[in-house]
């Protein structure tokens, strides 16, 4: 059973550009969570998401983020016009969401640098 | 905000156990207390979690006082591969995010 998948595992972008990051959760999940975790610091929750739902995006950024888990395909999170404070390594994470418990299962990670 | 408290750092000898205390004495009767590590530039490892009996896994014991206010993670036979920053989490009734806190950096030495 293949764990949390993201690619690209590391991105370059120039500011102003726009990063997409993906993340396939384990089979037989649907439920997607990502996490940012800036230089030295400790992660952060940004959004949690079911098939074509948001379910919490209380972390999120207001402006330039987004994300979506569309019914087929893998979970996109995607920053436009992105600028060097966005650099940071980005987990995704995903859940079986069993009845009153919350394990999650994270991904290796996408490390953003915005030149 | 965390709502768990752990010391900075610790040191343990390969092949000892680790003991990582961890306190949450604002708990709520039906939230769990998560054990996660990240070693160094990986993402974060589920380890085990607890609601109010002692529990263990092939990775861990995790041993939870009476009164559920404090938790010790126990890593029987500590290896190099254990060093990793370890996080304590109480799961947050009604909410699905984990919320990390600075965590406890455990370095095994040889």
């Known amino acids: 059973n293949a764990g949390v998948m993201q690619n690209p595992r590391h991105l370059v972008r120039r500011r102003g550009q726009e990063a997409r990051l993906r993340c396939s959760p384990m089979?037989?999940?649907?439920?997607v969570y990502w996490y940012r975790q800036l230089p030295e610091e400790g992660l952060k929750f940004m959004v949690y998401l079911q098939k074509e739902n948001i379910i919490d995006e209380s972390g999120m950024p207001k402006e330039r983020f987004s994300a979506e888990f569309p019914k087929e395909g893998p979970s996109i999170l995607r920053i436009q016009q992105v600028v060097r404070g966005d650099s940071a390594a980005y987990f995704c994470?995903?859940?079986?969401?069993?009845?009153?418990?919350?394990?999650?299962?994270f991904g290796a990670g996408t490390r953003l640098s915005v030149l | 905000d965390a709502k768990t408290t752990q010391p900075p750092s610790m040191d343990c000898a390969e092949g000892r156990a680790a003991n990582l205390p961890c306190n949450h004495s604002?708990?709520?009767?039906?939230?769990?207390v998560y054990w996660y590590r990240q070693i160094h530039s990986q993402g974060p490892q589920y380890i085990i979690h607890?609601?109010?009996n002692n529990e263990t896994n092939e990775m861990a014991s995790l041993i939870i006082t009476e009164d559920r206010k404090s938790s010790t993670l126990i890593l029987p036979h500590a290896t190099l591969r254990d060093t990793a920053v370890y996080y304590c989490?109480?799961?947050?009734?009604?909410?699905?995010?984990?919320?990390f806190g600075k965590g406890m950096k455990l370095t095994v030495n040889p």
């Open positions: 607890g609601l109010k």
């Open positions: 994470a995903s859940s079986p969401r069993v009845a009153g418990k919350n394990i999650q299962y």
């Open positions: 989490i109480d799961h947050q009734g009604g909410s699905e995010k984990l919320v």
């Open positions: 089979k037989g999940h649907s439920h």
């Open positions: 604002t708990i709520s009767g039906n939230e769990y």
